[in-house]
Protein backbone atom coordinates (compact mmCIF):
# COMPACT_ATOMS: atom_id res chain seq x y z
CA UNK A 1 0.00 0.00 0.00
CA UNK A 2 0.95 3.64 -0.72
CA UNK A 3 2.08 6.00 1.88
CA UNK A 4 -0.60 7.47 1.33
CA UNK A 5 -3.24 5.18 1.31
CA UNK A 6 -1.38 4.07 4.57
CA UNK A 7 -2.77 7.91 5.95
CA UNK A 8 -6.17 7.50 4.54
CA UNK A 9 -6.45 3.99 6.43
CA UNK A 10 -4.93 5.65 9.66
CA UNK A 11 -7.31 8.71 9.30
CA UNK A 12 -10.20 6.57 8.70
CA UNK A 13 -9.27 4.36 11.78
CA UNK A 14 -9.39 7.93 13.95
CA UNK A 15 -12.57 9.00 12.07
CA UNK A 16 -14.48 6.15 13.05
CA UNK A 17 -13.58 5.80 16.36
CA UNK A 18 -14.68 9.74 16.67
CA UNK A 19 -17.87 8.54 15.11
CA UNK A 20 -18.63 5.52 17.53
CA UNK A 21 -17.90 7.67 20.34
CA UNK A 22 -20.36 10.36 19.08
CA UNK A 23 -23.16 7.38 19.13
CA UNK A 24 -22.11 6.09 22.50
CA UNK A 25 -23.14 9.42 23.98
CA UNK A 26 -25.59 11.26 21.62
CA UNK A 27 -27.48 8.37 19.89
CA UNK A 28 -26.53 10.07 16.79
CA UNK A 29 -23.68 10.40 14.50
CA UNK A 30 -23.18 13.96 12.39
CA UNK A 31 -20.60 12.53 10.04
CA UNK A 32 -20.14 15.48 8.20
CA UNK A 33 -18.67 17.54 11.32
CA UNK A 34 -17.16 14.32 12.61
CA UNK A 35 -15.37 14.10 8.57
CA UNK A 36 -15.29 18.17 8.01
CA UNK A 37 -11.62 17.82 8.55
CA UNK A 38 -11.11 15.28 5.50
CA UNK A 39 -14.58 15.18 3.60
CA UNK A 40 -13.09 13.12 0.85
CA UNK A 41 -13.29 9.91 3.67
CA UNK A 42 -16.97 10.70 4.13
CA UNK A 43 -17.92 7.60 2.48
CA UNK A 44 -15.57 5.31 3.56
CA UNK A 45 -16.36 6.56 7.03
CA UNK A 46 -19.92 5.73 6.81
CA UNK A 47 -19.25 2.28 4.85
CA UNK A 48 -17.05 1.59 8.29
CA UNK A 49 -19.51 2.34 10.31
CA UNK A 50 -21.92 -0.95 8.90
CA UNK A 51 -20.08 -3.38 10.59
CA UNK A 52 -20.81 -1.69 13.92
CA UNK A 53 -20.47 -4.86 16.37
CA UNK A 54 -17.26 -5.26 15.25
CA UNK A 55 -16.16 -1.27 15.22
CA UNK A 56 -17.05 -0.90 18.84
CA UNK A 57 -15.25 -3.72 20.56
CA UNK A 58 -12.60 -1.72 18.49
CA UNK A 59 -13.59 1.54 19.21
CA UNK A 60 -13.54 0.43 23.18
CA UNK A 61 -10.00 -1.39 22.87
CA UNK A 62 -8.57 2.08 21.26
CA UNK A 63 -10.28 3.95 23.91
CA UNK A 64 -8.30 2.00 26.40
CA UNK A 65 -5.03 2.20 24.68
CA UNK A 66 -5.27 5.64 24.11
CA UNK A 67 -1.41 6.76 24.14
CA UNK A 68 -2.37 10.08 25.20
CA UNK A 69 -3.80 8.80 28.75
CA UNK A 70 -0.92 9.08 31.60
CA UNK A 71 1.22 11.62 29.32
CA UNK A 72 2.62 14.49 30.91
CA UNK A 73 2.80 17.39 28.70
CA UNK A 74 5.48 20.22 28.64
CA UNK A 75 6.29 18.76 32.19
CA UNK A 76 3.05 20.00 33.64
CA UNK A 77 -0.26 18.91 32.28
CA UNK A 78 -1.46 15.26 32.97
CA UNK A 79 -3.38 14.07 30.38
CA UNK A 80 -5.78 11.97 32.90
CA UNK A 81 -8.77 10.50 30.33
CA UNK A 82 -10.34 11.79 26.60
CA UNK A 83 -14.27 13.78 27.07
CA UNK A 84 -14.80 14.78 23.42
CA UNK A 85 -13.86 15.94 20.07
CA UNK A 86 -14.75 17.82 17.46
CA UNK A 87 -13.85 18.54 13.61
CA UNK A 88 -10.43 20.12 14.64
CA UNK A 89 -9.32 18.57 18.02
CA UNK A 90 -9.80 15.81 20.36
CA UNK A 91 -10.31 16.95 23.92
CA UNK A 92 -9.10 15.62 27.44
CA UNK A 93 -9.49 16.35 30.76
CA UNK A 94 -6.13 16.84 32.40
CA UNK A 95 -4.55 18.05 35.87
CA UNK A 96 -2.21 21.15 35.98
CA UNK A 97 0.47 20.04 38.30
CA UNK A 98 1.65 23.82 38.74
CA UNK A 99 -1.63 25.09 39.91
CA UNK A 100 -3.25 21.82 40.79
CA UNK A 101 -6.17 22.60 39.08
CA UNK A 102 -8.39 20.56 36.63
CA UNK A 103 -8.02 21.65 32.89
CA UNK A 104 -9.21 20.89 29.63
CA UNK A 105 -6.61 20.02 26.95
CA UNK A 106 -7.28 20.29 23.29
CA UNK A 107 -5.46 18.42 20.72
CA UNK A 108 -5.10 18.87 17.03
CA UNK A 109 -6.57 15.55 15.60
CA UNK A 110 -3.74 13.47 14.27
CA UNK A 111 -4.98 12.91 10.81
CA UNK A 112 -4.96 16.53 10.82
CA UNK A 113 -1.24 17.44 12.39
CA UNK A 114 0.61 17.10 8.74
CA UNK A 115 -1.45 19.68 7.13
CA UNK A 116 0.01 22.99 7.60
CA UNK A 117 -3.49 24.77 7.04
CA UNK A 118 -5.35 22.77 9.95
CA UNK A 119 -2.74 23.13 12.37
CA UNK A 120 -2.64 27.22 11.56
CA UNK A 121 -6.24 27.22 11.86
CA UNK A 122 -5.53 25.24 15.47
CA UNK A 123 -3.34 27.57 16.90
CA UNK A 124 -5.30 30.70 15.60
CA UNK A 125 -7.99 29.62 18.05
CA UNK A 126 -5.26 30.20 21.07
CA UNK A 127 -4.82 33.71 19.31
CA UNK A 128 -8.30 34.95 19.22
CA UNK A 129 -9.10 33.31 23.07
CA UNK A 130 -6.49 35.26 24.11
CA UNK A 131 -7.59 38.26 23.41
CA UNK A 132 -11.09 37.87 24.53
CA UNK A 133 -11.79 37.79 28.54
CA UNK A 134 -15.38 37.02 28.99
CA UNK A 135 -17.74 34.17 31.45
CA UNK A 136 -19.65 33.39 28.54
CA UNK A 137 -16.84 32.67 26.34
CA UNK A 138 -14.61 29.87 26.98
CA UNK A 139 -11.18 31.11 28.59
CA UNK A 140 -7.74 29.92 27.47
CA UNK A 141 -4.70 29.25 29.94
CA UNK A 142 -2.08 28.23 27.78
CA UNK A 143 -0.86 26.52 24.61
CA UNK A 144 1.93 24.29 23.91
CA UNK A 145 3.51 20.86 21.70
CA UNK A 146 3.75 17.51 22.99
CA UNK A 147 7.04 15.80 22.62
CA UNK A 148 6.17 14.40 19.07
CA UNK A 149 5.31 17.77 18.09
CA UNK A 150 1.58 17.83 18.75
CA UNK A 151 0.05 21.47 19.00
CA UNK A 152 -2.48 21.65 22.17
CA UNK A 153 -4.36 24.10 23.64
CA UNK A 154 -5.03 24.45 27.65
CA UNK A 155 -8.43 25.58 29.02
CA UNK A 156 -11.07 25.93 31.03
CA UNK A 157 -12.60 22.34 31.98
CA UNK A 158 -16.67 22.99 31.90
CA UNK A 159 -18.97 20.80 33.05
CA UNK A 160 -22.26 19.93 31.52
CA UNK A 161 -23.57 19.64 27.78
CA UNK A 162 -23.64 21.78 24.88
CA UNK A 163 -27.05 23.12 23.84
CA UNK A 164 -27.34 20.63 20.81
CA UNK A 165 -26.84 17.68 23.19
CA UNK A 166 -29.84 19.34 25.17
CA UNK A 167 -31.58 20.19 22.42
CA UNK A 168 -31.68 16.58 21.01
CA UNK A 169 -32.89 15.53 24.55
CA UNK A 170 -35.60 17.73 24.66
CA UNK A 171 -36.94 16.75 20.86
CA UNK A 172 -37.13 13.06 22.76
CA UNK A 173 -38.79 14.38 25.46
CA UNK A 174 -41.21 15.73 23.17
CA UNK A 175 -41.54 12.67 20.82
CA UNK A 176 -42.13 10.72 23.99
CA UNK A 177 -45.41 13.51 24.19
CA UNK A 178 -43.45 15.14 27.02
CA UNK A 179 -44.54 19.01 27.94
CA UNK A 180 -41.86 21.13 28.57
CA UNK A 181 -38.04 19.65 28.23
CA UNK A 182 -36.77 21.52 31.15
CA UNK A 183 -36.74 18.79 33.24
CA UNK A 184 -35.21 16.55 31.32
CA UNK A 185 -32.77 19.44 31.15
CA UNK A 186 -32.26 20.24 34.71
CA UNK A 187 -31.18 16.26 35.30
CA UNK A 188 -28.55 16.43 32.14
CA UNK A 189 -27.33 19.26 34.01
CA UNK A 190 -27.14 17.48 37.70
CA UNK A 191 -29.95 20.04 39.05
CA UNK A 192 -28.82 23.16 37.40
CA UNK A 193 -31.42 26.15 39.04
CA UNK A 194 -33.52 26.33 35.56
CA UNK A 195 -36.32 28.73 34.82
CA UNK A 196 -39.73 26.67 34.45
CA UNK A 197 -40.18 28.61 30.83
CA UNK A 198 -38.19 26.89 28.29
CA UNK A 199 -38.67 30.39 26.40
CA UNK A 200 -37.34 32.53 29.37
CA UNK A 201 -34.31 29.59 29.52
CA UNK A 202 -33.10 29.72 26.22
CA UNK A 203 -33.72 33.93 26.03
CA UNK A 204 -31.23 34.02 29.30
CA UNK A 205 -28.82 31.31 27.54
CA UNK A 206 -28.87 33.50 24.35
CA UNK A 207 -28.54 36.60 26.41
CA UNK A 208 -25.41 35.30 28.16
CA UNK A 209 -24.17 34.18 24.59
CA UNK A 210 -24.62 37.75 23.22
CA UNK A 211 -22.48 39.16 25.72
CA UNK A 212 -20.12 37.03 24.92
CA UNK A 213 -20.74 37.81 21.39
CA UNK A 214 -20.06 41.68 22.14
CA UNK A 215 -17.27 41.07 24.59
CA UNK A 216 -15.33 39.19 21.14
CA UNK A 217 -16.58 42.00 18.65
CA UNK A 218 -15.12 44.33 20.81
CA UNK A 219 -11.76 42.69 20.90
CA UNK A 220 -11.98 42.20 17.19
CA UNK A 221 -13.14 39.02 16.82
CA UNK A 222 -15.65 37.55 14.89
CA UNK A 223 -16.83 33.65 15.72
CA UNK A 224 -18.48 32.81 12.20
CA UNK A 225 -19.67 29.30 13.92
CA UNK A 226 -22.44 30.03 16.43
CA UNK A 227 -24.31 26.96 16.69
CA UNK A 228 -26.16 25.13 19.39
CA UNK A 229 -22.70 22.66 19.22
CA UNK A 230 -20.37 25.33 19.89
CA UNK A 231 -23.03 27.04 22.69
CA UNK A 232 -21.78 24.81 25.83
CA UNK A 233 -24.69 25.07 29.25
CA UNK A 234 -22.38 24.66 32.58
CA UNK A 235 -24.05 22.63 35.20
CA UNK A 236 -24.42 26.15 36.82
CA UNK A 237 -26.55 27.13 34.19
CA UNK A 238 -23.89 29.25 32.44
CA UNK A 239 -24.13 29.40 28.27
CA UNK A 240 -20.26 29.66 27.09
CA UNK A 241 -19.08 30.03 23.55
CA UNK A 242 -16.87 27.41 22.43
CA UNK A 243 -14.56 26.90 19.47
CA UNK A 244 -13.78 30.08 18.13
CA UNK A 245 -11.36 28.30 15.27
CA UNK A 246 -12.66 29.45 12.39
CA UNK A 247 -12.87 33.07 14.19
CA UNK A 248 -11.43 36.39 12.35
CA UNK A 249 -8.83 38.63 14.13
CA UNK A 250 -10.11 41.78 12.29
CA UNK A 251 -12.60 43.21 9.85
CA UNK A 252 -12.79 42.17 6.42
CA UNK A 253 -12.08 38.60 6.75
CA UNK A 254 -13.69 36.15 4.80
CA UNK A 255 -14.36 32.25 5.71
CA UNK A 256 -12.19 30.44 3.39
CA UNK A 257 -10.21 27.84 3.22
CA UNK A 258 -6.47 27.69 1.40
CA UNK A 259 -8.91 25.95 -1.47
CA UNK A 260 -11.72 28.38 -1.27
CA UNK A 261 -14.24 26.57 0.32
CA UNK A 262 -16.86 27.61 2.75
CA UNK A 263 -16.18 27.14 6.18
CA UNK A 264 -18.81 26.51 8.78
CA UNK A 265 -21.89 25.21 8.90
CA UNK A 266 -24.78 26.17 6.37
CA UNK A 267 -27.87 26.00 8.28
CA UNK A 268 -26.47 28.42 10.93
CA UNK A 269 -24.55 30.51 8.43
CA UNK A 270 -25.37 33.89 7.14
CA UNK A 271 -26.06 34.75 3.45
CA UNK A 272 -23.19 36.77 3.15
CA UNK A 273 -20.65 34.05 4.77
CA UNK A 274 -22.42 31.49 2.27
CA UNK A 275 -21.02 33.85 -0.45
CA UNK A 276 -17.83 34.42 0.76
CA UNK A 277 -18.44 37.92 1.27
CA UNK A 278 -16.65 40.22 3.97
CA UNK A 279 -18.25 39.09 7.66
CA UNK A 280 -18.56 41.32 10.41
CA UNK A 281 -20.66 40.93 13.86
CA UNK A 282 -23.75 40.87 11.86
CA UNK A 283 -22.60 37.36 11.18
CA UNK A 284 -22.55 35.76 14.64
CA UNK A 285 -25.66 37.76 15.32
CA UNK A 286 -27.38 35.61 12.65
CA UNK A 287 -25.85 32.61 13.98
CA UNK A 288 -27.00 33.14 17.64
CA UNK A 289 -30.62 33.75 15.85
CA UNK A 290 -30.72 30.78 14.02
CA UNK A 291 -29.42 28.96 17.81
CA UNK A 292 -32.42 30.78 19.52
CA UNK A 293 -34.94 29.55 16.91
CA UNK A 294 -33.39 25.89 17.17
CA UNK A 295 -33.88 26.29 21.22
CA UNK A 296 -37.12 27.61 21.30
CA UNK A 297 -38.84 24.95 18.51
CA UNK A 298 -36.14 21.90 18.92
CA UNK A 299 -36.29 22.00 15.03
CA UNK A 300 -33.32 24.07 13.16
CA UNK A 301 -34.34 27.00 10.91
CA UNK A 302 -32.60 24.78 7.65
CA UNK A 303 -32.75 21.02 7.84
CA UNK A 304 -29.26 19.37 6.85
CA UNK A 305 -30.95 18.81 3.32
CA UNK A 306 -26.59 18.61 2.39
CA UNK A 307 -24.69 21.25 1.22
CA UNK A 308 -25.85 22.63 -1.86
CA UNK A 309 -29.66 22.37 -1.16
CA UNK A 310 -29.20 24.18 2.40
CA UNK A 311 -27.71 26.72 0.79
CA UNK A 312 -30.49 27.27 -1.35
CA UNK A 313 -32.53 27.60 1.04
CA UNK A 314 -30.89 29.70 3.74
CA UNK A 315 -30.27 32.32 0.74
CA UNK A 316 -34.07 32.09 -0.37
CA UNK A 317 -34.85 32.66 3.67
CA UNK A 318 -37.29 29.77 2.98
CA UNK A 319 -38.22 28.44 7.01
CA UNK A 320 -40.98 27.95 9.05
CA UNK A 321 -41.56 30.68 11.33
CA UNK A 322 -40.85 29.42 14.92
CA UNK A 323 -44.74 29.77 15.63
CA UNK A 324 -45.93 28.10 12.95
CA UNK A 325 -43.48 24.98 14.51
CA UNK A 326 -44.56 25.30 18.33
CA UNK A 327 -47.62 27.52 18.24
CA UNK A 328 -47.57 26.85 22.17
CA UNK A 329 -44.54 29.56 22.16
CA UNK A 330 -46.10 32.46 24.12
Sequence with gaps: MSADGSADEAAIEVLVAEALRQREEDGTVDLAKVCAGRPELLDAV?????????????????????????????????VDRRIGAGAMGVVYEARDTTLARTVAIKLLRQDLAS??????????????LASIRHPAVVTLFDRG??????????????????????????????AAGAGSPTADWRELLGGAALDDSDVRQAVRWLADAAAGLQAAHEAGVVHRDVKPS??????????????????????????????????????????????????GPATDVYGLGATLYEILTLEPAFADLGFVPTVVKVR??????????????N
Design 230 to 279: NLFIDRDGRAVLLDFGIGSLGAGSTALTATGSTLGTPAYMAPEQLNAADV
Design 145 to 174: RTDDGAAFLVMERLNGHTAAALLQQGAAAR
Design 46 to 78: AAALADAPRLAAMHAGALALDRRIGEQLQGRYV
Design 316 to 329: QGDFITPRDRAPDL
Design 115 to 128: DPHSEERFLREAQV
